[in-house]
T-cell receptor, first 110, second 112 residues
Framework: GESVGLHLPTLSVQEGDNSIINCAYS??????FIWYKQESGKGPQFIID?????DKRQGQRVTVLLNKTVKHLSLQIAATQPGDSAVYFC?????????FGTGTSLTVIP | DAGITQSPRYKITETGRQVTLMCHQT?????MFWYRQDLGHGLRLIYY???????DKGEVPDGYVVSRSKTENFPLTLESATRSQTSVYFC???????????FGPGTRLTVL
């Protein structure tokens, strides 16, 4: 899966299926994490965040899971739609700086 | 609601020239950031600013200069552009440091 350093470049899913994008982060002191979505030619857009005192957070059709023991973050998208096709980045925060992963490209097959 | 804007959107320059990329936000956010995005590296922080007249280095600051005389503006200057600075540059702002960042549309810079 994606990491701040390594990445799973592409993920293809059928429309209506659930998507899971993974991210391994490196700094055990990181206390805040964000998932961003980036469409072609645009800047990253906030999807959901989670702080280190939580294991799970849900939004509209999205869920973020945080496993601090193995320094792993995942983004789950329910009932994936064509509009979800984009590159997804995880970002970890240490102090006032964010460190971004290299991204996972999600393609939704109609 | 203009949000956060960047100019120019596209720029071609030559090695050794000075280039300034502009960033403007209308939210009065305290924090502003400059990132570069390159294939295989994702987004990397160049500089950030916690408030007017306060700036700090990020992960890849060499070759770049920033200033923040006004809360709403955060220009990034390449004093002597190099080919390795060919990239897409994103400006972002946030209310606080560890907080959701709002990104501009990006500036695609090519250094010949």
């Amino acid at each position: 899966g994606e990491s701040v350093g390594l990445h799973l470049p592409t993920l293809s899913v059928q429309e209506g299926d659930n998507s899971i994008i993974n991210c391994a982060y490196s700094n055990s002191a990181s206390d805040y994490f964000i998932w961003y979505k980036q469409e072609s030619g645009k800047g990253p857009q906030f999807i959901i965040d989670i702080r280190s005192n939580m294991d799970k957070r849900q939004g509209q059709r999205v869920t973020v899971l945080l496993n601090k023991t193995v320094k792993h973050l995942s983004l789950q998208i329910a009932a994936t739609q064509p509009g979800d096709s984009a590159v997804y980045f995880c970002a970890e925060n240490t102090g006032n700086q964010f460190y971004f992963g290299t991204g996972t490209s999600l393609t939704v097959i109609p | 609601d203009a949000g956060i804007t960047q100019s120019p959107r596209y720029k071609i320059t030559e090695t050794g020239r000075q280039v300034t990329l502009m960033c403007h936000q209308t939210w009065s956010h305290s924090y502003m950031f400059w990132y570069r995005q390159d294939l295989g590296h994702g987004l990397r922080l160049i500089y950030y600013s916690a408030a007017a007249d306060i700036t700090d280095k990020g992960e890849v600051p060499d070759g770049y200069v920033v200033s923040r005389s006004k809360t709403e503006n955060f220009p990034l200057t390449l004093e002597s552009a190099t080919r390795s600075q060919t990239s897409v540059y994103f400006c972002a702002s946030s209310v606080a440091g560890p907080d959701e960042q709002f990104f501009g549309p990006g500036t695609r810079l090519t250094v010949l």
